[in-house]
C-alpha cells in the first residue's frame, strides 16, 4: 500500500513564497508521475502541476511561471515550489500518484491527506 504525506503548507502574504513537499512510501512512487491538485472552499478540486518519472513537467495556466514542480526520487519526494503566491492560490494541496493498471486497464489515483495553503492579501 502506498502512503503520501504532504508537508510544508501555512499562512503566507500575497507575493511571497512556499515549498510544498509530498513524500511516499514504497517503490512505485518514484518510476510514476506525480502530480499536485488544490481545493479552494466551495470549489471543485483542480489539478495544478504534474511530472512524469523522467521528470517532464506540466501545469496549470493559473500557476504557469509561478509555481514549479521537481522531484528527487532518492528521496521518494516530489516538492512545488510556489511564488508570486496569489489570494486565489489559497486552498487545500493534494498530492496525487497514478500508477498504471496494465494496457487498456487506466490507471488507479493515490492520494494523501493535504495541506493547507493561505494566501492572505
Known amino acids: 500500500q502506498v502512503q503520501l504525506v504532504e508537508s510544508g503548507g501555512g499562512l503566507v502574504q500575497a507575493g511571497e513564497s512556499l515549498t510544498l513537499s509530498c513524500t511516499g512510501s514504497?517503490?512505485?512512487?518514484?518510476?510514476?508521475?506525480v502530480g499536485w491538485y488544490r481545493q479552494a472552499p466551495g470549489k471543485q478540486r483542480e489539478w495544478v502541476a504534474f511530472?512524469?518519472?523522467?521528470?517532464?513537467?506540466n501545469y496549470a495556466d493559473s500557476v504557469k511561471g509561478r509555481f514549479t514542480i521537481s522531484r528527487d526520487n532518492v528521496k521518494n519526494t516530489v516538492y512545488l515550489q510556489m511564488a508570486s503566491l496569489k489570494r486565489e492560490d489559497t486552498g487545500v494541496y493534494y498530492c496525487?500518484?497514478?500508477?498504471?493498471?496494465?494496457?487498456?486497464?487506466?490507471?488507479?489515483?493515490?492520494w494523501g491527506p493535504g495541506t493547507q495553503v493561505t494566501v492572505s492579501s
Open positions: 514504497g517503490s512505485i512512487f518514484s518510476i510514476n508521475a
Open positions: 511530472i512524469t518519472s523522467g521528470g517532464s513537467t
Open positions: 496525487n500518484l497514478k500508477v498504471p493498471q496494465g494496457p487498456g486497464r487506466g490507471w488507479y489515483d493515490y
